[in-house]
């Protein structure tokens, strides 16, 4: 398996922008997370989906922040309208058994 | 509400030396402890993960050891070098969302020198 597959691996945008982050998880992982990672706060877990479900977004900041997971294999991280202080590396993450695998991360910007 | 914390924050060793990282966490009721590598704008690569039931585990030169009623881990790194240089992050699995919710420390920023 090639592990976990963020798209894109960066990205500029222009304040009030929509952007979309993508995420293929690990075949066979039953639980997909995503995270927020900055200087100031680290690590923070955004919204978490076991089989396709979201379990907890209480960690999604505002509700210009989306996320679905259609299938098994494809969820998406959506902030609309975006603002200069959404400008973060977001990790999305896939586990089973209780093991998480992380992707490489999609470092956004927004100006 | 669990927290984390890596002490110290920051470690700098010559080449050769044996070093112990530490985590603690506050709420003993956990599903298990994973230690993460992570190398400047990359992401976080899995090094060793320990259930509640299990006391240690070990790769190569790593050993990570757990003790949950005191709320501890330590990743001991036998023989560094200077490809270990990374930020280590420690994170805990609560038990009421087993596989699920992690929580991680702020990490502790490693340089082994040549």
């Known amino acids: 398996d090639a592990g976990v597959i963020q798209s894109p691996r960066h990205e500029v945008t222009e304040m009030g922008q929509e952007v979309t982050l993508r995420c293929k998880p690990i075949s066979g992982h039953d639980y997909l997370f995503w995270y927020r990672q900055t200087m100031m706060r680290g690590l923070e877990l955004l919204i978490y989906?076991?089989?396709?479900?979201?379990?907890?977004d209480s960690g999604m900041p505002e509700d210009r922040f989306s996320a679905k997971m259609p299938n098994a294999s494809f969820s998406t991280l959506k902030i609309q309208p975006s603002e200069p202080r959404d400008s973060a590396v977001y990790f999305c993450?896939?586990?089973?058994?209780?093991?998480?695998?992380f992707g490489q991360g999609t470092r956004l910007t927004v100006v | 509400k669990q927290e984390v914390t890596q002490i110290p924050a920051a470690l700098s060793v010559p080449e050769g030396e044996n070093l112990v990282l530490n985590c603690s966490f506050t709420d003993s009721a956990i599903y298990n402890l994973q230690w993460f590598r992570q190398d400047p704008g990359k992401g976080l690569t899995s090094l060793l993960l320990?259930?509640?039931?299990?006391r240690e585990q070990t790769s190569g030169r790593l050993n990570a050891s757990l003790d949950k009623s005191s709320g501890r881990s330590t990743l001991y790194i036998a023989a560094s070098q200077p490809g270990d240089s990374a930020t280590y992050l420690c994170a805990v699995d609560g038990v009421e969302t087993s596989g699920s919710r992690l929580t991680f420390g702020e990490g502790t920023q490693l340089t082994v020198n040549p």
């Open positions: 989906f076991n089989n396709n479900v979201p379990i907890d």
């Open positions: 320990i259930q509640s039931s299990q």
């Open positions: 993450a896939s586990s089973r058994l209780g093991q998480a695998f």
